[in-house]
């Protein structure tokens, strides 16, 4: 089971919809995916099909010990996977932690009962929080969605030192399984700069796959569904599909050399 945690503090970069769209074109391609939805806004919940005001129980719920992860899972029936839902409750998990033993682990120690997924996505808060750190000390490696601007390279160095700090205390595994372009537009001069940078400065750590700026990726969570069941010749589900081959033949080459 890979435990894949998709952050940047930095917000509007396309965190969400790459999780949603990422579990939806990995269930396509046989896996069985588990989505966590961090963010107290619950985009990702909505994105999926799910009423986040009518939530019985949500991932809150599991951070403060009063449900099993296995509880509070629902199914997205549309997208083929399944989803731990949150809703604005989670923004009070982040007080009642504060004094709490152990509480940097509580999501770890969740995901750990449970069993049969290929993949658990992890879709942060853009905020390098007591949430967000639950999900870095779970996860086994990180995924970077970021625009190809000039101020996101900035905010890459601080998540890059957060990283290292949660791998230095926190989860001595932690990896960064790489940096994702997204909202991406080739007539763009200073896109292609940054991009060039990326990829001088990490290398392979850049996924190949890169996300363009496409309308249908933005209309499709106001249905609730994922870009590639809501218009799959689309070019953003084409590009979440490629992405999701990318990552299955990746972890298939980890494996062979282990």
Not at 23 to 43: E, I, R, Y
Not at 75 to 96: I, M, T, W, Y
Not at 186 to 200: D, F, I, K, T
């Amino acid at each position: 089971m890979k435990i894949l945690a998709i952050t940047n503090q930095k917000g509007g970069v396309g965190k969400t919809t790459t999780c949603v769209n990422l579990a939806a074109s990995l269930a396509a391609n046989k896996k069985k995916v588990l989505l966590v939805d961090l963010d107290p806004q619950g985009n990702a919940t909505t994105g999926c099909g799910i009423d986040k005001a009518h939530l019985k129980h949500s991932i809150y719920h599991v951070l403060i010990n009063s449900k099993t992860l296995r509880e509070v899972i629902v199914r997205s029936e549309k997208g083929g996977f399944d989803v731990a839902p949150s809703n604005r409750e989670l923004a009070g998990a982040e007080v009642e932690l504060v004094n709490e033993i152990a509480r940097e682990t509580r999501l770890k120690q969740a995901i750990a009962t449970i069993d049969g997924y290929d993949y658990v996505l992890l879709d942060c808060p853009p905020a390098l929080n007591l949430v967000t750190v639950n999900a870095l000390t779970a996860a086994n490696t990180v995924m970077i969605p970021m625009q190809c601007e000039y101020y996101a390279l900035e905010g890459l160095s601080d998540l890059v030192n957060t990283i290292k700090k949660v791998r230095a205390h926190l989860n001595g595994k932690l990896e960064i399984e790489g940096l994702l372009r997204t909202m991406f537009d080739r007539r763009n001069m200073l896109a292609q700069q940054v991009s060039a940078q990326l990829e001088g400065h990490f290398g392979d750590k850049v996924y190949k796959t890169v996300i363009p700026r496409n309308i249908r990726l933005a209309e499709a969570p106001s249905y609730g569904l994922p870009a590639l069941i809501y218009d799959k010749t689309s070019k953003g589900a084409t590009a979440y599909l490629d992405l999701a081959a990318e990552i299955i033949s990746k972890n298939k080459s980890i494996k062979s050399k282990v």
